[in-house]
């Protein structure tokens, strides 16, 4: 595997992040955007034991949502 790719969002309740893997059974929170990344890079080195195997790239996908009122 050459990429994984996290659907990164704000946790509108407790604040901070949220990361979950697209396709896959990796997910993380922190507070802030630096402990989020260093999460998600320890997050995807425990779920692939063997480095061989592990994706070269992270990619983060940052969605946000808004919702508009009448």
């Given amino acids: 595997m050459s990429e994984i790719i996290f659907e990164v969002r ?3 309740v407790d604040g901070g992040y949220i990361a979950s893997a697209v ?4 997910h993380t929170e ?3 955007l630096e402990d989020l990344r260093r999460n998600v890079r ?3 080195e425990c779920f ?3 480095p ?3 994706p070269k790239i992270i990619r983060l996908h940052f969605v946000r949502d808004e919702v508009l009122a009448r």
């Fill in 10 to 12: 704000e946790d509108e």
């Fill in 23 to 26: 396709g896959g059974g990796i």
């Fill in 30 to 32: 922190a507070d802030s």
């Fill in 42 to 44: 320890e997050a995807v």
């Fill in 48 to 50: 692939f034991d063997d």
């Fill in 52 to 54: 061989e195997h592990a």
